[in-house]
């Protein structure tokens, strides 16, 4: 088993993706789908070696889970298989209005849930270069919160770079739970990844300005704060200046996994020891894949066809 550059962890759950209302019935598409394995997939395909950790259901979709991972080059040998009868979590998308996308999600007591540091910590090896984690997974629970802040310690600790992605969910915390859930990761992190409207909570409190709260974090320790605009791009803020980076202008057809396919990009960018700008530029380009296609992973780049936006429209490959 090789060393992986990158580890993750998280709940990953079987995704049903309807092409219609889900309440007007139909044909529904089965996945797999959850934001920290999303970046393992889109790592994956760039070339990197990287390991997900988490919880599945004993059952057929946890099976399912395992199965796409291991397809995609994941290392998924610290995976648990709750054996207990928790089963793996389910999520339902369904287009509401273009590329507005509705999400309901069950996984309230599924295995996911019940991750902790005993599940995460031995994933970690010596010689792993980043460790990512996302604010979701410490709002599935008390154990995964407390997982999430034993890898970020122990990562610290080893002089593993740590990656926290914002990720707010609003169906699973309060804007206040995920605050102060938070602080404590924010301590320890080194790279932190947010949208416009996360960054407020990676404060105590409402910062005046972007800028301010940008220097407030950098501040405080972390090395860089990276800040996603979508249609807009991205900004990096880091002691040595500002840098942005527009969008990849494409025609969008699903907006779901952007933010992950971003993270992908601009990870695999930091381990080839790019600069800012070229981390950056490869970021939206992964972006700009994803809401290319339909699927949270499905469409992400191998590190060959990243060239591929700079083809003349309607060009052939042959």
């Known amino acids: 088993m090789t060393t992986p550059e990158v580890v993750t962890f998280g709940e990953t759950m079987a995704a049903l993706r309807a092409h219609g209302a889900l309440r007007l019935g139909g044909s529904l598409g089965l996945s797999v789908a959850g934001a920290e394995s999303n970046v393992a997939i889109g790592l994956a395909r760039l070339g990197?070696?990287?390991?997900?950790?988490?919880?599945?259901?004993?059952?057929e979709l946890g099976a399912l889970v395992l199965r796409t991972l291991r397809a995609e080059g994941v290392d998924t040998h610290h995976v648990v298989t709750?054996?207990?009868g928790r089963p793996t979590g389910l999520l339902l998308t369904e287009p509401r209005l273009g590329t507005l996308t509705r999400v309901s999600y069950y996984r309230a007591g599924s295995a996911g849930s019940a991750l902790s540091p005993a599940d995460v910590l031995p994933a970690l090896a010596p010689g792993t270069r980043i460790l990512h984690l996302t604010g979701i997974t410490p709002a599935l629970g008390p154990s995964a919160a407390e997982a999430a802040l034993a890898a970020a310690m122990t990562a610290r600790g080893a002089g593993i770079t740590v990656c926290l992605d914002v990720n707010y969910r609003s169906r699973l915390w309060t804007s206040d739970r995920a605050r102060a859930a938070l602080r404590p990761?924010?301590?320890?992190?080194?790279?932190?990844?947010?949208?416009?409207?996360?960054?407020?909570?990676?404060?105590?409190?409402?910062?005046?300005?972007?800028s301010e709260a940008a220097r407030s974090l950098l501040a405080a320790g972390v090395g860089e704060v990276v800040v996603k605009r979508g249609a807009r791009g991205a900004t990096s803020f880091t002691a040595d200046g500002?840098?942005?980076?527009?969008?990849?202008?494409?025609?969008?057809?699903?907006?779901?996994?952007?933010?992950d396919a971003f993270v992908a990009g601009y990870l695999s960018g930091h381990l080839h020891g790019t600069d800012v700008s070229a981390r950056l530029h490869r970021a939206v380009t992964t972006a700009a894949f994803a809401v290319a296609t339909r699927g949270d992973w499905e469409g992400l780049p191998t590190r060959d066809e990243l060239g591929l936006f700079d083809r003349p429209d309607g060009t052939t490959i042959r």
């Open 185 to 210: 990761l924010l301590a320890r992190t080194d790279l932190l990844i947010a949208s416009e409207d996360e960054l407020p909570l990676a404060l105590e409190r409402a910062p005046a300005s972007e």
């Open 82 to 84: 709750d054996d207990t």
């Open 48 to 59: 990197h070696r990287v390991r997900w950790a988490g919880r599945v259901g004993a059952d």
């Open 242 to 259: 500002v840098t942005h980076c527009g969008a990849r202008q494409v025609d969008a057809v699903d907006l779901v996994g952007a933010g």
